[in-house]
């Protein structure tokens, strides 16, 4: 009698260790929570698309990019959100800009080597769009 007791009492563990469970409900909730608050304090730095090599000035200043960066390569090319588009575009995608940020600036990533009409041409159509506040990215000289 003493095996099939003991016996019974192992099946009777074995049972109430088969009913636990672990409920991961609030781990998942957990980590959409920090997905969350990483998608919300997470500052997305917008860039032109292109590689550009800035020229260098002593009076450059390091400023926050609040606006739409236009990207001019040297062979001329201007690029917007990674996407090469012509000339004629900058201004209507400049107006749709400022129509949904009324407060945004407009800075122009020009290559050292792009011409200097190439550069003029863009700048125009960004002052022909409204736009107040426009910028020509430059570097410091290393010293």
Request: proline share 2%; glycine share 8%.
């Amino acid at each position: 009698m003493n095996r099939i007791g003991s016996f019974r009492g192992a099946s009777a563990f074995d049972q109430e260790r088969s009913d636990v469970e672990i409920d991961m409900m609030p781990l998942i909730d957990m980590i959409f929570i920090l997905l969350i608050f990483f998608l919300v304090t997470a500052s997305f730095v917008k860039e032109s698309g292109v590689e550009i090599n800035r020229p260098e000035a002593a009076s450059a200043e390091m400023k926050e990019a609040t606006g739409m960066i236009i990207g001019i390569t040297s062979d001329g090319d201007v690029f917007l959100n990674r996407e090469q588009v012509e000339l004629r575009r900058v201004r209507g995608l400049v107006e749709i800009f400022l129509a949904e940020n009324s407060d945004g600036g407009v800075i122009i990533d020009a290559d050292g080597d792009c011409s200097t009409s190439k550069l003029i041409a863009v700048l125009d159509q960004c002052r022909l769009a409204g736009a107040e506040n426009i910028a020509v990215s430059a570097s410091k000289p290393k010293s």
